[in-house]
């Protein structure tokens, strides 16, 4: 559903009822749900991505299990990308079950991208791309009881970004970001902890540990670990501490 001569991308829905919540493959074939290739809302000129949504869901739209996905391939990806260099113009993929848990994830190191806004709600969040070098982009991510998991590899130039405006939240657990960079312009904020496990920490937003411990760690033991805050980046732990380790 990609944009011509410098349009919008298109909206992409994909609606799937899987009571059990087994793996739905994207990139080959599988013996339940699966795209065997990729999936594109793109606007490879100037125009803004598009939008691609996955529910696992009954008739009349109420969720039904778990939305699992599974990318596998290197050359893999669900992507509602923009030809404009930045992430103003990026669509949205949304992943939502909002009575279940939300996991995307590469099959194998190298498998797998998501291009745009990553948005999900879900009891527990876990979001993990593979593709080497990726950047993974935060929309509205909500753990409704569980922990909201972002990661991509430390082991290459990968790096989470969240966006001035977006924010990565758990209503009682934990929000756990890792990857070799992570840039926060947003919110991130756990119920409980927040961890925080990468090389280059960038913050100008807020991160917050409500009710317990904000780890900032190396992805590496003993390894570097560089933390700058610019402008008006906080980080908070009002009831609990906050920790940098390198070990």
């Known amino acids: 559903a990609d944009g011509i001569n410098g349009g919008n991308g298109g909206n992409i829905n994909i609606n799937y009822r899987d009571p059990a919540g087994a ?14 290739g990729n999936i594109h809302a793109d606007a490879p000129g100037t125009g803004v991505g598009g939008n691609i949504t996955f529910t696992n869901a009954n008739g009349v739209g109420v969720n039904v299990g778990n939305i699992v996905i599974e990318l596998q391939g290197p050359t893999s990806a669900i992507s509602a990308g923009s ?3 930045g992430t103003a113009n990026l669509g949205n993929i949304n992943f939502n079950a909002a009575n279940s848990n ?5 099959l194998n190191d190298g498998d797998g991208r998501l291009t745009g806004f990553v948005n999900s709600t879900a009891r527990d969040v876990f979001i993990n791309p593979k593709e080497a070098n990726t950047t993974l982009v935060a929309g509205n991510v909500l753990a409704t009881t569980g922990n909201a998991h972002l990661e991509v590899s430390c082991d290459d130039n990968s790096r989470i970004s969240v966006p001035l405006g977006k924010s990565v939240r758990s209503t009682l657990g934990e929000a756990q970001h890792e990857g070799h960079t992570i840039t926060i312009a947003g919110l991130v904020q756990g119920q409980t902890n927040v961890r925080l496990e990468q090389d280059i920490l960038i913050n100008t937003g807020t991160v917050n540990a409500v009710n317990g411990t904000l780890f900032i760690d190396a992805c590496q ?27």
């Open 23 to 36: 793996t739905f493959v994207v990139g080959n074939t599988s013996v339940g749900s699966y795209v065997n």
């Open 102 to 106: 939300v996991d995307v994830h590469g």
């Open 221 to 247: 033991d003993n390894g570097d670990l560089s933390v700058t805050i610019n402008g008006l980046g906080v980080f908070r732990a009002d009831n609990g501490n906050i920790q940098f380790n390198t070990i």
């Open 83 to 85: 030809g404009v260099a």
